[in-house]
C-alpha cells in the first residue's frame, strides 16, 4: 500500500486503460474518503455522479463530440483555462502538451491526430468509470470557495484511488462541455459541471501513459520565511 507521499508522487494522468472494471465497493470506498476533504464552513460542496454505465458514458461522449464536430468550442458552466494565456503558464502548457505530442510522435502540424487525441477525453481514455463532479450553482454565483474546495475534493478521489491501484485522469476538457454533459446526464437544473475525473486499471502498456511532465522546482513556486 502506497504511504500518501508515494501515492502522491506516483500518480501521473493516464490516457489507456484496460477494460477491467472497477468493483462497486472499491468505488464507494474512495468516494466515501474523498468525502473526508475538509471544506470551508464544512460545506461539502460537490455534488458527484459516478458514472460506471457504458451506454450513459457513450451517450454523454457522443453528446460532446457532436458539439466539438459543429465547431463549437465550449459550452460551459465556469471558464477553467485562462481567456488569454501569460507566462509563465503560456510556456508550461506548450512544453506539456508538445511533449506529448512527441512522445505519441505526433507533428506539430498533424490537427486532425491532435483532435482525435481530445477527442479520446470523450470516450474517456477507455476506462469503465467517471467521476462528475458538479456543484450547487448558488456556490458559483460570484463567489469561488466552492472552486477551492471542489478542487481538493479531485486530488482526494485521485489519491484515494492510487491505494487500490486505480489511475485517473483529472478532465478539464469537460468543463468546457459542461452543460452538454449535464444535459446528457439529465442532472437537475441547479447543477453546474465543475470538472470530472477518470478511474480505471490504466494500460501499463500503453506508450502515452509513460508520460510525466515534469514540475517546477521548489525554489521556483515556494518562499520559505523561517
Ligand atoms: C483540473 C485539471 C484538468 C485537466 N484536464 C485534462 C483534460 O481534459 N485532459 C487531459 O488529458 N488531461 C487533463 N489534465 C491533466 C494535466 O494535463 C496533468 O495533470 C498535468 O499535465 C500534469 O501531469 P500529471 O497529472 O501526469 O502529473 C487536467 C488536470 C487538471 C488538474
Known sequence: MPTVLEALENRSSKRAYSDVKIPHETLEKILRAAGMTPSGANMQPWVTYAVSNADKLKKVGDAVIAKMDEGIEHDQFIQYYPVKWTNPYKSCRIVTGSGLYKLMEVDRKDNETRIQMWKDNFRWFGAGTVIFVFTNKANIDGSQGALIDC????????????????DSCPQGSTTEFGRVVAEALEVPD???????VVLGYADKEAKINSYRPKRVNLEESVTFID
Open 190 to 196: 441547479n447543477l453546474a459541471l465543475l470538472y470530472s
Open 151 to 166: 478542487g481538493a475534493y479531485m486530488q482526494s478521489i485521485m489519491l484515494a484511488a492510487q491505494e487500490f491501484g486505480i
